[in-house]
C-alpha cells in the first residue's frame, strides 16, 4: 500500500512557541491531504483538508490563523501549530489520498504533540 | 451535518469469541470505510464497500454494508489477541474524498 511518512512523531514544547508537522506522501502523489486531531481514546477529527497549490478547507470551529496548513507539492503539505498552548496539546495525524486509490486514506504515524 | 454512530464503544472478549462492530449513518453514503488502530498507532485501511447490501470477507472477518447504504458492520469469527485494537467505520461524504468517521469500536482480547 501507499506509504505517508509524518514528522516529527513527537514533539514538546514550550505554551507561546509555534510547532511545524511535516506530512509527505513516499510513493505516491498526494493530490489531498487530511489532518486530524485525535484525542485519548477517541475518534478522529477532521481540522482541514488540503488540496496541492490551493487554500486549505477548515472544519467548522478550526481556527485557520491557529492552524497553518500549507499544502506546497503533491507529496508534502504541513500544520503549523502557532503560538500553542497546553490545549492544543493532542495527537495530530494526516492523510493522504492519491488519485489511483481514489478516496483511500493512507495515514501517517502520527504526531503527539505535548505543550507545556 | 452527517454523523457516523458506531457501537458498542468498547467490547472484552475471550479469545476464540466472535466479535461484532456496528455503524451507522444519518445519511446514504457513497460508500463506507474500515480502519483498524492499534494500541500507540495509526489508523490501517481495511475494505471499502461501494454496493448495496455488500459483503467482503478478509479472512476471519466479514464486512458488511446495508441495503440502504447507511449502516455497515464488521463481524470477526474466533478473535486473536492480534484483533486487538479499535475498529473505525469512516463513511464518504461523496464530496472532496472526505470521510466522516464513527466513535470507533475498542475491542481488547483476553488469551
Known amino acids: 500500500g501507499a506509504v505517508v511518512s509524518q514528522h516529527p512523531s513527537r514533539v514538546i514544547c514550550k505554551s507561546g512557541t509555534s510547532v511545524k508537522i511535516e506530512c509527505r506522501s513516499l510513493?505516491?502523489?498526494?493530490?489531498?491531504m487530511f489532518w486530524y486531531r485525535q484525542f485519548p481514546k477517541q475518534s478522529l477529527m477532521l481540522m482541514a483538508t488540503?488540496?496541492?497549490?490551493?487554500?486549505?478547507?477548515?472544519e467548522q470551529g478550526v481556527e485557520k490563523d491557529k492552524f497553518l496548513i500549507n499544502h506546497a507539492s503533491l507529496t508534502l503539505s504541513t500544520l503549523t501549530v502557532t503560538s500553542a498552548h497546553p490545549e492544543d496539546s493532542s495527537f495530530y495525524i494526516c492523510?493522504?489520498?492519491?488519485?489511483?486509490?481514489?478516496?483511500?486514506?493512507?495515514f501517517g504515524a502520527g504526531t503527539r504533540l505535548s505543550v507545556l | 451535518g452527517q454523523q457516523v454512530m458506531q457501537i458498542p464503544q468498547y467490547q472484552h472478549v475471550q479469545e476464540g469469541e466472535d466479535f461484532t462492530t456496528y455503524c451507522n449513518s444519518s445519511?446514504?453514503?457513497?460508500?463506507i470505510q474500515w480502519y483498524k488502530q492499534r494500541p500507540g498507532g495509526h489508523p490501517v485501511f481495511l475494505i471499502q464497500?461501494?454496493?448495496?447490501?455488500e459483503v467482503k470477507k478478509q479472512k476471519r472477518l466479514t464486512f458488511q454494508f446495508g441495503e440502504a447504504k447507511k449502516n455497515s458492520s464488521l463481524h470477526i469469527t474466533a478473535t486473536q489477541t492480534t484483533d486487538v485494537g479499535t475498529y473505525f467505520c469512516?463513511?464518504?461524504?461523496?464530496?472532496?474524498?472526505?470521510?466522516?468517521f464513527g466513535g470507533g469500536t475498542r475491542l481488547m482480547v483476553k488469551p
Open positions: 510513493d505516491f502523489q498526494a493530490t489531498t
Open positions: 464497500l461501494v454496493k448495496s447490501g
Open positions: 445519511t446514504t453514503l457513497s460508500n
Open positions: 469512516a463513511g464518504d461524504r461523496g464530496a472532496g474524498n472526505m470521510l466522516t
Open positions: 492523510s493522504g489520498v492519491s488519485g489511483i486509490s481514489k478516496n483511500i486514506q493512507y
Open positions: 488540503s488540496n496541492e497549490g490551493s487554500k486549505a478547507t477548515y
